[in-house]
């Protein structure tokens, strides 16, 4: 079965600068995708980005981009530039073919002025 | 335009009751899917629909049936709710077939169960 692990609960970040969510997850399979989300309080779901797990190149959506490790089964999100509206919950999930999600447990982020 | 509707957004009853969460999305897509998001905001999927077909089923406990009247419909029915059901339930839906297709979500449904 697939897991997916977020060893940070929370973290902090202020205005302006960079911080990088870590993401691991196990599975078997050789073809699958990895998303990270974000959840602000008003709890909708928001995709920030996504990656197919054959390609090399890591994805970037302006200020959000990967590190993909696939040998390391590694998906850190980066966050550049941080704005007050990031702070948010975020969860990197696994996903294979039309399967539903798998979701890590989330991290906290929260953006300080 | 919602995306991705879900009815209703609060929900609050007694233990023992029966209740239903209506989802409907108007993207045209043929697969649909139940999240539940618990106390600790874990999300876990519950059930997964195409063209009407169940294709997931995890390890849900019976008094939870899916059903899908149309594509664009995905209702969710809890028999004698218990504390433990107490969560905010999503509803998503995506274009099924070969390659990856985004997951669109609804705005969720805070089911609280006293």
């Known amino acids: 079965a697939q897991t997916v692990t977020q060893s940070q609960p929370e973290m902090s970040v202020q205005e302006a600068e960079t911080v990088t969510l870590s993401c691991t997850y196990d599975?078997?399979?050789?073809?699958?995708?990895l998303f990270w989300y974000k959840q602000p309080p008003s709890r909708q779901m928001i995709l920030v980005i996504r990656q197919e797990a054959y390609k090399q190149q890591n994805a970037t959506e302006n200020r959000f981009s990967v590190n993909f490790q696939k040998a390391a089964k590694s998906f850190s999100l980066k966050i550049s530039d941080s704005q007050l509206g990031d702070t948010a919950m975020y969860f990197c999930?696994?996903?294979?073919?039309?399967?539903?999600?798998?979701f890590g447990t989330g991290t906290l982020l929260a953006v300080q002025p | 335009d919602t995306a991705v509707s879900q009815t209703p957004k609060y929900l609050v009853t007694q233990m023992g009751n029966d209740k239903s969460i209506k989802c409907e999305q108007n993207?045209?897509?043929?697969?649909m899917y139940w999240y539940k998001q618990d106390s600790k905001k874990f999300l876990k999927i519950m059930f997964s629909?195409?063209?009407?077909?169940?294709?997931i089923n995890e390890t849900v406990p019976n008094r939870f049936s899916p059903k899908s009247p149309d594509k664009a419909h995905l209702n969710l029915h809890i028999n004698s709710l218990e504390l433990g059901d107490s969560a905010v339930y999503f509803c998503?839906?995506?274009?099924?077939?070969?390659?990856?297709?985004?997951?669109?979500f609804g705005p969720g449904t805070r089911l609280t169960v006293l």
């Open positions: 999930a696994f996903m294979k073919r039309d399967r539903g999600l798998i």
């Open positions: 629909y195409n063209n009407k077909e169940l294709i």
């Open positions: 599975t078997s399979e050789s073809n699958y995708y």
């Open positions: 998503a839906s995506s274009q099924g077939g070969q390659r990856y297709n985004e997951q669109f």
């Open positions: 993207l045209g897509h043929d697969t």
